[in-house]
């Protein structure tokens, strides 16, 4: 059979497969991608979740040795549920992304790459093939633009005429000499409202991003957060898509034919407070299935925390300083801080004040007499307010 039929097959095993785009790609290495990716590591934007190898980021054969194509795929998820729960007081809620709604991407690429990786050993014995989905050493985004998937977007996200870019993307690296196919020539032409949105400035000009500011990257860390960005998290618990959102190519664009990728609302909008106290197996048991666990229960209880400080839910002061007093991560009780100093009162104050005096951690001790000095400014303001 000749590369071009085998090509043809593959597409017609694709369709089968319910695999929304297909492209192929030489297995050349990335020299250009690697440039780039050296100035953005000289700059300080990586997200630290990358493969650090750069040679192995933009070169196949350094996953693959025989490596000569490559064959990229493309899924796509919806942006809207049904019947979404609302957030009432003293019942806030927070958000994960829609990259996270329903089962876990990387499951459901992996099983539909593993599926074209079957019918290629079949159509040629003995081919050496190699599946990779986001976690991979390759960049899924610049193997689907050299493949045709669609285009690199000023947002960084790869931008299919069909979809938008509300995809996932994954590869399979293959021996098998493929006819590759013609990259799509960037589309967005004068358009930058993905950078006129942005509310951190990550994106520091058309298709460049500083993930250490980008607050998608922010919400899977799981350290403090930088204060300055804690104020523009809002409700998000997991991933954040204002660059995605205000892209024309996405306006009114919802793709439901993937069932796995259906959300449960209850799950991917839950409430705040008790997502504070879930135990390891709690948080396993009720969101182990999605993308947005990958980092555990930590990342996520401390943005929400940020969340009820950011709505200044006063009915969460209890369990928020239950946190500062009683938990064992330093993170948690110095969010804790933050978010009590956020909602103020004089009971927020007094919990504060005990907690200055038996607190050992130095970084904790910070928010304490940061949230102590907001409360005190706080009531500052009130006194001068009265006098007038």
Not at 65 to 90: D, F, H, Q
Not at 236 to 245: A, D, H, I, R, V
Request: hydrophobic share 35%; glycine share 8%.
């Amino acid at each position: 059979m000749d590369p071009e039929q085998i090509k043809e097959e593959l597409k017609r095993e694709a369709e089968r497969l319910h695999i929304d785009k297909i492209g192929f790609a030489s297995a050349e290495p990335f020299t250009e991608l690697k440039q780039r990716l050296i100035r953005h590591r000289k700059a300080g934007f990586e997200s630290g979740f990358e493969e650090p190898d750069l040679e192995k980021r933009t070169d196949p054969r350094k996953s693959l040795p025989e490596a000569r194509s490559i064959i990229a795929i493309a899924l796509a998820y919806p942006t809207r549920m049904k019947n979404p729960p609302k957030s009432r007081a003293g019942a806030l809620r927070g958000k994960f992304c829609r990259a996270s709604w329903g089962e876990d991407y990387h499951r459901v690429l992996k099983n539909k790459l593993e599926g074209l990786k079957a019918k290629l050993s079949e159509l040629v014995p003995g081919a050496a093939a190699m599946v990779m989905v986001d976690t991979g050493a390759l960049s899924d985004r610049a193997v689907a633009e050299r493949a045709g998937i669609g285009w690199s977007g000023k947002n960084t996200s790869i931008i299919t005429k069909e979809f938008g870019s509300w995809v996932y993307l994954g590869e399979m690296i293959t021996d098998v000499q493929l006819p590759p196919d013609e990259p799509i020539t960037q589309a967005c032409g004068d358009c930058t409202a993905c950078l006129d949105a942005c509310p951190t400035g990550a994106l520091t000009e058309p298709g460049r991003l500083n993930s250490q500011a980008c607050l998608a990257y922010l919400t899977q860390t799981k350290g403090f957060l930088p204060e300055e960005y804690r104020g523009k998290l809002g409700g998000s618990l997991y991933g954040f898509e204002t660059c995605q959102m205000v892209c024309p190519y996405n306006r009114g664009k919802n793709f439901t034919h993937h069932r796995e990728f259906t959300p449960e609302p209850d799950q991917v909008k839950p409430l705040l407070k008790p997502l504070l106290h879930l135990s390891n197996r709690e948080f396993r048991e009720r969101f182990g299935s999605m993308a947005g666990s990958w980092r555990g229960k930590k990342p996520i209880q401390r943005n929400a925390i940020i969340a009820l400080g950011w709505y200044r839910d006063r009915t969460a002061v209890p369990d928020l300083i239950h946190l500062l007093e009683t938990d064992i991560r330093p993170v948690i009780r110095g969010t804790a801080a933050w978010a009590l100093g956020r909602i103020g009162g004089e009971e927020v104050e007094t919990a504060l004040r005990q907690s200055k005096a038996r607190e050992q951690d130095e970084q904790v001790l910070k928010e304490i007499a940061s949230a102590l000095q907001a409360r005190h400014s706080e009531k500052k303001a009130e006194h001068r307010y009265r006098e007038a």
